[in-house]
């Protein structure tokens, strides 16, 4: 069965950055049919696609619109986990952030969430 | 990227009667490839994290009541649920997953009358 855990703190302040690992066990982080997401919900916003990383002979990464400037997806395939780091966060990126598996084009697989705050 | 429209922005149904999502993309997301539509409905409940219920516009995930069905082609898109229980309870988004960046629906707030 598989299974994602995040992990990571809950506040973070102004212009700092927001870090959050997602642990994989039951598959591959560099599995070549799937790729791993990160995905964010706040009242104001709805559920707001992040970005993704895949491995396909090499690691590719792709992100959203809106964070593209202070995004970075890594993946660890020794450890098979995948991280999210988020720079310069201001109070408008307080969300509940969820990483996520896909496979066959299916996002069906989601970890728990986490409730980052951004406040001094 | 694709923008991703849903009406209404809430609904309120009475119990076991039919309700009634759509979701409008600014471009179409049926490939040509393989005729499918690269669209999925998510259904969100708070303190819990989404969940998949329909994928390709209209294949139901395993698990999901028949009651929940999709519909549509290019790009519009219907969600409805036959007969609502009270379990519905939700908020509901669509995504298109045609093309990167990956966009989301601004979600329907689905209440029982």
């Known amino acids: 069965q598989i299974h994602l855990q995040q992990s990571g703190p809950g506040l973070v302040k102004p212009s700092q950055t927001l870090s959050l690992t997602c642990a994989i066990s039951?598959?591959?982080?560099?599995?070549?049919?799937?790729?791993w997401h990160w995905i964010r919900q706040s009242p104001s916003r709805g559920l707001e696609w992040l970005g993704r990383?895949?491995?396909?002979?090499?690691?590719?990464?792709e992100y959203g619109v809106s964070v593209r400037s202070r995004i970075i997806i890594n993946a660890d395939s020794s450890k098979d986990w995948f991280s999210l780091q988020l720079n310069s966060v201001t109070p408008e990126d307080t969300a509940v952030y969820y990483c996520?598996?896909?496979?066959?084009?299916?996002?069906?697989?989601w970890g728990q969430g986490t409730l980052v705050t951004v406040s001094s | 990227e694709i923008v991703m429209t849903q009406s209404p922005d809430s609904v309120a149904v009475s119990l076991g009667e039919r309700a009634t999502i759509n979701c409008k993309s600014s471009q179409s997301v049926l490939h040509s490839s393989n005729s499918k539509n690269f669209l999925a409905w998510f259904q969100h409940k708070p303190g819990q994290p989404p969940k998949l219920l329909i994928y390709w516009a209209s294949t139901r995930e395993s698990g999901v009541p028949d009651r929940f069905s999709g519909s549509g082609s290019g790009t519009d898109f219907t969600l409805t649920i036959s007969s609502l229980q009270a379990e519905d309870v939700a908020v509901y988004y669509c995504?298109?997953?045609?093309?990167?960046?990956?966009?989301f629906g601004q979600g329907t707030k689905l209440e029982i009358k």
């Open positions: 995504q298109q997953y045609y093309s990167t960046p990956y966009t």
């Open positions: 996520a598996r896909e496979m066959g084009s299916k996002v069906a697989l």
């Open positions: 039951g598959d591959s982080v560099s599995g070549n049919s799937v790729a």
């Open positions: 990383t895949y491995y396909r002979s090499k690691w590719y990464n």
